[in-house]
């Protein structure tokens, strides 16, 4: 939007960025390193966001859980968050940490009612996230609070 209208760019006040599970797959047969992989590009992104968005709040919403069992594997998922949790340490943005609401109960896997195909969020899954970004942008007013911690992995 900004490119048809140059002057809101002076206005944006927070950016959110939310990465799905294919930004981490494996190549090849073999698993990449997630920090060397994405390190760099994170870095890199969130430089040019604040260059041309020097006011706003770059906030990052984990990558959700998916199915410990596929070659996608959870430490791969949980790997790629600490990542980005240390792109947003070392450049001041936020972390929204709403990985833990999409576990199961058990925190051992991810909550199956919440995803309509082991990698997708379904309806209450996508709810769930939408609420999330709400309070990143609305603040307090929703029910959910801001967290921006981190936890140990689930596949421990």
């Not at 950016?15 to 494996?26: E, F």
Request: proline residues 5%.
């Amino acid at each position: 939007f900004c490119i048809d209208q140059p002057g809101m760019l002076g206005r944006v006040d927070k950016i959110i960025i939310n990465i799905g599970t294919n930004d981490v797959k494996w190549f090849n047969g073999k698993q990449f390193s997630v920090h060397k992989r994405c390190f760099n590009p994170l870095v890199s992104l969130v430089k040019n966001l604040k260059f041309k968005f020097p006011l706003a709040q770059i906030t990052f919403v984990p990558m959700l859980p998916i199915r410990a069992v596929y070659n996608y594997t959870a430490k791969t998922v949980n790997d790629f968050n600490l990542v980005v949790l240390e792109v947003c340490r070392k450049f001041g943005c936020m972390f929204f940490d709403c990985f833990g609401d999409f576990l199961s109960e058990d925190c051992r896997d991810y909550n199956s009612a919440l995803f309509r195909d082991k990698w997708h969020p379904n309806k209450l899954g996508l709810g769930l996230l939408c609420r999330a970004i709400k309070s990143i942008i609305f603040g307090p007013a929703i029910s959910s609070q801001v967290r921006c911690f981190w936890h140990w992995p689930f596949y421990h």
